[in-house]
């Protein structure tokens, strides 16, 4: 087993889980390892706070699809608003983006 805690299918159901393509990409007024990324999740954009400035240059993450938890409560992150979460897989000191292999209209569904 890798977790230590089993989640229910109806638990990990009430995740909403979109794709949706980084507009914008800034550094974090107040601290050095995050950006503070826009992100279109087809209805609407999103500002998420994120850690991935040691893996990523902006320029990277601009343009990308991205995995985001849209239905998280707006958390203050060092003095900034996050309205989401990206997902990102990590191995030892890898850090990598989930993302979609084929370009789909912003918002869709992860299923």
Same mark, same amino acid.
């Given at each position: 087993? &890798?977790?230590?805690i089993? $989640?229910? +299918?109806d638990d990990?159901s009430? @995740?909403e889980? %979109?794709v949706?393509?980084?507009? !914008?990409v800034?550094d974090?007024?107040d601290?050095?390892r995050l +950006? $503070?990324?826009?992100? !279109?999740?087809g209805?609407?954009? %999103?500002?998420?706070?994120?850690g991935?400035k040691? +893996? +990523?240059k902006p =320029?990277? &993450?601009?343009?990308?699809?991205?995995?985001?938890?849209?239905?998280?409560?707006?958390? $203050? &992150?060092?003095?900034?608003e996050?309205?989401?979460?990206l997902?990102a897989? =990590?191995?030892?000191k890898?850090? $990598?983006? @989930?993302?979609?292999?084929?370009?789909i209209?912003?918002g869709?569904?992860v299923?």
């Amino acid at each position: 087993m &890798i977790g230590d805690i089993m $989640v229910s +299918y109806d638990d990990f159901s009430r @995740l909403e889980i %979109r794709v949706g393509t980084v507009v !914008d990409v800034k550094d974090h007024p107040d601290a050095d390892r995050l +950006y $503070v990324l826009t992100v !279109d999740i087809g209805t609407e954009t %999103r500002q998420i706070v994120a850690g991935m400035k040691k +893996y +990523y240059k902006p =320029e990277e &993450i601009k343009g990308k699809q991205i995995a985001v938890i849209v239905n998280l409560e707006p958390a $203050v &992150i060092r003095g900034v608003e996050s309205q989401g979460m990206l997902l990102a897989a =990590e191995k030892g000191k890898m850090v $990598v983006l @989930l993302g979609v292999d084929k370009k789909i209209g912003d918002g869709a569904r992860v299923c």
